[in-house]
């Protein structure tokens, strides 16, 4: 993931809050390095706190666990992804063309994946083996289900079509993609071109020719 100031981790105002945000995201990219040099079961709270320059208790005093580095992971990529949304105009996609809207969409995660491909794996796999995909609300689904209920009141969408279900699709979609280009070597596979023709074929389905 590369560090980027969002609304996850903008600077606040007072001196006190900066300081306690820099030592957060100091313990946060020093765990994100090592779970990418050494792999995330193989990596202690210890070594993560020498690499930051804190003390152990500090660690502690920001995330209750070695787990918490991998939720904290997520939100920055949903807030990363809600960034990409607003910066091309999607977070309000009235009247958009929905393939134009969800090959966007498709393209702001693959580039949010691809920012770092060996880091995303690392903490992808740790994401995985934590549990998360089956424990976290599932943003992602949630995006895909307000565009799919746009492209209905559009039109664009049969009325008989659950706005739910093919948002949860159309993110099964996504993870497949995520996960098989994950199992292959760096720099090897086209995760955008996978999610733009899984996407496709997908749309394909639901929208009348």
């Not at 969409?105 to 580039?111: E, G, Q, T, V």
Request: hydrophobic share 40%.
């Amino acid at each position: 993931m590369v560090e980027t100031v969002s609304p996850a981790t903008a600077q606040p105002q007072g001196r006190r809050e900066r300081n306690k945000m820099r030592v957060k995201n100091g313990i946060y990219e020093a765990a994100l390095e090592l779970f990418t040099q050494k792999g995330y079961d193989q990596t202690t709270v210890e070594e993560i706190t020498e690499r930051a320059d804190v003390a152990r208790g500090t660690f502690f005093n920001h995330f209750q666990r070695k787990e918490d580095i991998i939720g904290e992971w997520s939100e920055r990529r949903q807030a990363l992804l809600r960034e990409g949304l607003d910066s091309e105009g999607l977070e309000n996609s009235e009247g958009a063309d929905i393939r134009l809207t969800l090959s966007h969409c498709m393209s702001i995660l693959a580039r949010i994946t691809l920012a770092s491909s060996a880091q995303t794996k690392a903490l992808l796999t740790a994401w995985v083996r934590a549990g998360a995909p089956l424990e976290e609300e599932p943003h992602t689904a949630h995006m895909f289900s307000r565009f799919i209920e746009a492209g209905r009141e559009s039109g664009e969408i049969p009325q008989d079509i659950d706005p739910e279900l093919a948002g949860h699709l159309l993110r099964d979609v996504y993870l497949g993609a995520l996960f098989r280009w994950a199992r292959k070597p760096v720099g090897q596979g086209d995760l955008e071109a996978e999610l733009q023709a899984a996407c496709t074929a997908l749309i394909d389905g639901l929208i009348p020719r």
